[in-house]
């Protein structure tokens, strides 16, 4: 089963915890053990879990990417947005949670997280279910 999620984003470079809908997806298919891929297909956007109680770590995080790859770098990409594809590939575009029970099997503090790097725009990520 492939669900779809979409997600408006309201700045350049932002990060929104998109848990709760893969959850309900999750929940929604019946499937008690199992996987769980989440994958945005853009090439400016990622997916990563981390830990999702203390909201600074989502700030060091991104002050990290920053100071890696800045967004002025004299980029060979000429459409002008070369850092964000940069850091989409750092962070990767998919993840795999497994599930147990009919529930994703993150840590105590995990969340799943879409990030964008060359924002406001509408993403779209798909979410598979699968049993196994």
């Known amino acids: 089963m492939i669900e779809r999620i979409k997600v408006k984003t309201a700045k350049h470079t932002t990060v929104i915890n ?3 809908r ?3 997806i999750v929940e929604a298919s019946s ?3 199992g996987l769980c891929v989440v994958y945005v297909p853009h090439t400016t956007a990622a997916v990563f879990v981390n830990e999702g109680a203390d909201p600074d770590v989502v700030k060091d995080i991104l002050n990290t990417l920053e100071r890696l790859v800045p967004w002025e770098n004299n980029y060979a990409h000429t459409e ?3 850092a ?3 850091k989409s590939s750092i962070i990767g575009n ?3 949670i497994p599930i147990l029970e009919n529930k994703l099997m993150l840590g ?3 969340a799943i997280f879409l990030a964008e790097f060359d924002g406001p725009r509408e993403r779209e ?3 598979s279910v699968l049993r196994i």
């Open 18 to 20: 998109i848990t709760q």
């Open 22 to 24: 893969v959850r309900e």
């Open 31 to 33: 499937i008690e053990n």
């Open 80 to 82: 002008g947005n070369a």
């Open 84 to 86: 964000a594809h940069i």
């Open 94 to 96: 998919s993840r795999i």
């Open 108 to 110: 105590r503090w995990e």
């Open 125 to 127: 990520l798909l979410v």
